[in-house]
């Protein structure tokens, strides 16, 4: 990422519209549209979305200065968003929504004509990569580089039939298999030529992610497979200068460990065990059944802790942590996932204490105001000039990207911290240390 200081400073409110382009139109996309929408007609709140709803404080707290997030940067509105995507099913976004479940019917009514003339295009789509389901709308290809081709197409046409200004693509498709980088991932190059030799190692979602980037359309991940995290893709990002960044939305039980064990590491209480088991019925829940679906999504989770609470540098206090996650898919509950998480902590004298947090959550209410927000600020990015991994989205993932030498930061706090700072930063603003000597002068 490559950014001085105020030099978004001059960036003006942009024109014509965005193109939003979403592989993967289920719960958590069609969650997301229908919001959108719904704020633009006047019938619900932003609730949850920061560059909807969230202030900035600007200069000193004598200052005043406290203006909501997209008065202070020039962002995108919402009466500027298209919406557009790729599923392997053909329902359109109403059909896809009323299945999902999500939304109660009435709400979904109210913008049904809008819902419904969303449908998707055909999708890329490889059974080795998600083994639970399987669907009619796919594409055909001679190899995996004319795939490629076809949804650059897509994204061409979808652009030219809406008269779209700028596109962002965001995936909110299915978790694919683990499968740790090859040497087909190492160099462009060598990607290419895989491409057009239909490697087997290289992952639908990272077709799609190559054919965003050669478009030069910025690329947010919300799943927790590898993706745009491959050097070859991070070598495409930065050669057209593209914004990307990923991976897994934080929601859910994440998003209320990277709020307690900030707070636990903070009072330096130690920590033996964490054990967190979900309930989960949506069709993310089943192929999250496949054991190696699983594996992608275990391997984000886990990384939260250890990160965290810096296990090297605390060995008295978290070298023996045991932390365990477990999905279980279970259709009665549907989207409306029940979280337990029991947590051994201990505090002075080595005294043992519990938690237990107990979270009936709605999974994707809880993701479509971050996929917004991801919306919002790739595009701005792009506008900006920012190219390659956009650290500062961090606040928004579960495993976030950043570059080889950098360890993630997944403290929520300085997560928002960083993102605030990015903007002030951009827009020429001071940044806030929350030192505050100056009060006392
Ligand atoms: N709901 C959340 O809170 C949450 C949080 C973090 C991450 N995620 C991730 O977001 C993604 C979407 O979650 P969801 O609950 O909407 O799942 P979902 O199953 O309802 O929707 C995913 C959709 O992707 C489609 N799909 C699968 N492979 C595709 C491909 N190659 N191209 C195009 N479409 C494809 C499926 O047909 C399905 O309609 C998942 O990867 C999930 O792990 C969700």
């Given at each position: 990422m490559t950014m001085t200081s105020g030099?978004?400073?001059?960036?003006?409110?942009p024109k014509g519209k965005l193109g939003v382009l979403i592989p993967g139109l289920g719960a958590v996309a069609t969650t997301f549209i229908a919001g959108v929408e719904s704020i633009r007609k006047g019938y619900?709140?932003?609730?949850?979305?920061l560059t909807q709803m969230g202030h900035i404080r600007l200069g000193k707290?004598?200052?005043n200065r406290q203006p909501l997030v997209k008065d202070f940067v020039p962002l995108v509105e919402l009466n500027d968003m298209v919406f557009g995507g790729w599923d392997i099913?053909?329902?359109n976004c109403y059909e896809a929504a009323i299945k999902c479940g999500v939304l109660p019917v009435p709400m979904l009514e109210k913008i049904a004509p809008f819902m419904k003339s969303i449908k998707p295009m055909k999708a890329v789509f490889d059974k080795e990569y998600i083994k639970k389901i399987d669907g009619p709308n796919v594409k055909k290809g001679k190899s995996k580089m004319d795939l490629a081709e076809q949804l650059m197409k897509d994204i061409e046409d979808f652009k030219k039939n809406n008269n779209c200004d700028r596109l962002v693509v965001v995936w909110c498709a299915s978790t694919e298999v683990y499968k740790e980088p090859t040497t087909v991932h190492s160099t462009l190059k060598n990607f290419e030529e895989g491409l057009r030799n239909s490697d087997?190692?290289?992952a639908p979602s990272q077709i799609y992610a190559y054919a965003a980037l050669k478009m030069r359309v910025a690329f947010a991940n919300g799943?927790?497979?590898?993706?745009?995290?491959v050097d070859a893709i991070q070598e495409l990002a930065m050669e057209n200068g593209v914004p990307i960044s990923g991976k897994?939305?934080?929601?859910g039980q994440t998003l209320m460990k990277t709020i307690l064990a900030p707070g636990f590491k903070a009072r330096l209480l130690g920590v033996s065990g964490w054990f967190s088991t979900n309930i989960l019925g949506n069709r993310d829940g089943e192929v999250l059944d496949d054991p190696g679906s699983f594996k992608s999504k275990e391997v984000s989770k886990l990384s939260v802790l250890e990160s965290i609470l810096q296990q090297d540098m605390y060995p008295t206090l978290y070298k023996d942590l045991y932390h365990k996650v477990r999905i279980n898919y279970y259709p009665p509950r549907g989207d409306n996932k029940e979280s337990w998480d029991n947590i051994d902590i201990f505090g002075w004298m080595g005294m043992p204490m519990q938690i237990k947090v107990n979270f009936l959550c709605r999974d994707s209410i809880l993701a479509a105001p971050i996929v917004l927000d991801l919306v919002v600020f790739s595009d701005f990015a792009q506008r900006a000039g920012f190219r390659g991994?956009?650290?500062?989205?961090?606040?928004?993932?579960?495993s976030p990207m950043v570059p080889k030498k950098l360890y993630p930061e997944h403290d929520l706090f300085i997560q928002l911290m960083k993102l605030k700072n990015t903007l002030r930063y951009a827009m020429g603003e001071d940044l806030i240390t929350?030192?505050?000597v100056e009060y006392y002068d």
């Open positions: 030099h978004a400073k001059n960036l003006q409110k619900q709140p932003p609730i949850g979305s707290r004598t200052d099913y053909e329902d087997p190692n290289i799943a927790p497979n590898l993706c745009v995290d897994d939305f934080k929601t991994i956009q650290e500062w989205l961090s606040f928004f993932y579960k929350h030192l505050g």
